[in-house]
């Protein structure tokens, strides 16, 4: 959090052969939690990053108001899979793998551009199943505020 590692778990797999990856929305037992405030620049990397790496991209995206570009906007290098900028859309910026917004809470102010505003309902950002997914060590990364 903030860019230091705070925790690690044992392996888990994001997404399955049956299911995509929400972003926002998860439903366990009929239940659903869904977060409530806004999300920008999520991105996924097929690999454990390290803690240098982490303080890195967190340097260079950089806490809200700090003025950001698209060159300082990390890459795909070392391992990414999909970036979903949020400006506007929930498209992947490295892949194939286009999300589909299912919010009408629009946008708001984000750390590049835009952020998505999540209503803390039943809206999310379902991103479909793909092979690429299927990640068991990973990385992701988000600002959520």
């Known amino acids: 959090m903030d860019g230091v ?3 690690t778990s044992d392996p888990v797999t994001l997404g399955s052969e049956t299911s995509g ?3 926002g ?7 659903d939690y869904c977060f409530s405030g ?3 620049e999520v991105g996924l990397w097929d690999t454990a990053l390290s803690e240098e790496e982490i303080q890195d991209l967190y340097n260079l995206t950089g806490p809200i108001g700090n003025e950001v570009t698209e060159d300082d906007v990390p890459s795909n290098s070392n391992g990414g899979v999909s970036r979903y900028k949020l400006n506007k859309n929930a498209d992947d910026s490295w ?6 917004d299912t919010l009408t809470s629009g946008y708001g102010s984000g750390v590049y551009n835009n952020s998505k505003i999540f209503d803390g309902s039943t809206g999310y950002i379902e991103i479909p199943d793909d092979s690429s997914l299927g990640l068991t060590n990973l990385t992701i990364s988000l600002w959520a505020y």
């Open 95 to 100: 892949g194939s793998n286009n999300g589909n």
């Open 38 to 40: 806004l999300i920008d």
């Open 5 to 7: 590692e705070k925790e």
């Open 21 to 23: 990856v929400s972003i």
């Open 25 to 31: 929305c998860y439903t366990t037992g009929g239940t």
